[in-house]
Structure formats: C-alpha cells, structure tokens
C-alpha cells in the first residue's frame, strides 16, 4: 500500500487568492471612506441643528420667550407702510456665537429707519460673514447668493412655524382644532401660526402643550426639488420668490400681523426662512414621484415656498431638531399624519414611540 502525502498548496493557488483579496478590497475600500465621510457630514449637520436649538432655548432662557419665527420692523422707511423686520436666525445670533455681529447689525438697525433686514447698510455687515453651523456639510445647493452685489449665506434650516392638518386624520383625531390658525400661502399652499415659530409672535415652552420633546422647531431643506421637466430647482427659503429676488437669511416678514389677527393670505415675497409641514420628508418629484407628487410651483411648493418639504442629501432621511433640544434624523418612511403632529404646538394628538 502506497503512503498518502497531504497536498501541497501550489504558489500558482497562494497567487490566485491573493490576488482575488485584492481586487475585492479596491472594489470595497472606495466605499468606506465615502459611507465614513457622509457619517461625519450628518453628524456635523446635527451639531448644527443641535446648535441652533440651544440658540433658541438660551433665547427663551434670557427673554422668556422665543424669538418670533419672523417679524416686521416696527419702524418702516418713512416711504414705505412695511418693511422687513430680522428672522429667527438674527435672534439667535449671540447665543450662537456670533454676538459681535448681532450688535453691529443691532446697532445699523438703529441708525435710519431705513435700514431695514434687506438694506445695503444691513447686507453690507452679513455679507461674506462665515456662520458654518446654518450649513449642511452634504448639501449640494448653493452656499451663497448674491443680493445687490453682497454674498449672503443661504443657510441649509428653517423654522417650523406649524403644520397644516386639513388634510390628514378623521375630525375625532383632531384634539384641540387648529385650522382656524391657517391662511392661504404662496402657489396654493398654507402658511400656519400653530407651531413654536410663527410671524410676529413670541411664544413661550409653556405654549407648548404637547411637550417640548414631541414638538419640532427647526428641520433641514437642503437638498434639490425637480420640476416636471426633470430640471433642478432650489427650495432654500432665504432667497427667490414670485419677484425673483433675494432676501438672505437677515429677512424675516413683511406681514405686519400675527396670521390670526391679520387672515390676509401670505405670498412667498413676504416671508423667509420658515416653513408649514404639509408634505412628507424626501419629497422631491423626482423619478417616479413625478406621477403624484406636486411639481415645481404648485401644491406650497416654489422659490421660498412655504410648504417646500424637508429633504437632505443624507442618504437616509432629513434631520429635524425639537424644542427640548434634541435632534432626530427623520426618514422619508415617517407617517405625514405623525409629521404634521409633531409641527403643532397643541393638537393633542397621540404620537407613537416608533415614529
């Protein structure tokens, strides 16, 4: 009987494998470095948010109350009835470490009646003014826009001013009625005043009846929304409008009322840097949302629309942050029904653990 010698494994065997390892490791490592670099640019994204919430609450620390989400200036241009008073963004400026640029803008505001938040005297302060955190590190819009020759940024967040519910859940679901705090908004859309930063008025947490961890204040639009013709279009609320102009993230409103004291319909020229939920997150009418989805112009959504959904370029959804400070990421799976609750301040309405 012959012996039996174990196989030997042939270096042409030890090449092959090696060889297979690598091709699969080029094949593998590209996408590491890019699945670990958009985790770092959500992280930083939710610093920002996070940041911001903390503005708003150490706001609420010193005044009571929070900023409005827009407000008129009180003192218009002697030639005008109205003009445009600071945005949330503004208020929250020292308690976000920009307090040498909020008095020099404090200071211009005082000097002329004229210079209102779209003023050359106030642009020219804002312009080139680096504020990171209004930033999403993933987002592929425009930083900047130019108003008369200033470089404004164009910040990635908006407030949430309410949600419009008419259209989602029976009346028995609707605890505490809220419809009566809607008015008619830019391209047949809604402006709301049932959130905690509505137009010219200054809400305080204990307004906020369905508790500061179920209610959102600030969410993430920054990231392109497709007209019917496939083309990209900019849903950032700092600039645009049915005028075509630029406002920046200085703009407030022009709406001299509380929505529910004035009922007069709002147009995108008259508001920036807010929203009203009325769509679900990610909507984009890209692809197949083509067929249900609203295009480019209508449905609230447009230049500064009001109704102009939350999305990101996160792969995974929109980051949102709360009135208690805390900061979710928000996929486009989450029930519109459970999305406009979270954007009322008091409808009483049951949230899941799950959302």
Known sequence: MSEEHPRRVRWVEVLVVAIVLLVLAALLLPAMPRSA???????????????????????HDTFQSLPA????RTTPPEHLTSSWGPSWLVATLPFCEQKILFDKLMQTDAEASANDYV??????????????????????????ESLGGFLLVVPSYAGIMGGNESK????????????????????????????????????????????????????????????????????????GGQS???????????????????????LADQVCNLIT???????????????????WGTGGIGPRGLNNPLTSAHPAGATVGFLDGHVQLLTDQTDLYVLKRLA????????PEDY
């Open 37 to 59: 670099g958009e985790a770092s640019r959500r992280m930083q994204c939710g610093n920002n948010i996070k940041q911001l919430c903390l503005g708003l609450q150490n706001y």
């Open 244 to 266: 075509g102009d630029v406002a920046g993230w200085l703009a407030g409103t022009v709406v001299p009322t509380n929505l529910q004291t004035g009922r007069e319909p709002v």
């Open 168 to 239: 989602v859940g029976p009346p028995a679901q609707h605890v505490i009625e809220t419809m009566s705090r809607l008015v008619p908004g830019p391209y047949g859309g809604f402006a709301a005043s049932n959130g905690m930063l509505p137009l010219n008025e200054y809400l305080s947490f204990a307004d906020c009846i369905d508790g500061s961890s179920h209610t959102l204040i600030v969410g993430e639009v920054s990231d392109w929304y497709y007209d019917d013709a496939r083309q990209q279009q900019n849903p950032a609320l700092a600039f």
């Open 119 to 144: 003023s050359v005297d106030l642009r020219r302060i804002a312009a080139n003014a680096k504020i990171k955190y209004l930033l999403c590190p993933s987002s592929p819009l425009p930083e900047t």
């Open 69 to 72: 989400g827009a407000r008129q």
């Open 344 to 351: 009322i301040r008091d409808d009483g309405g049951v949230i």
């Open 277 to 295: 939920i009325e769509h679900a997150v990610g909507l984009n009418n890209k692809g197949g949302q083509r067929d249900t989805h609203p295009n």
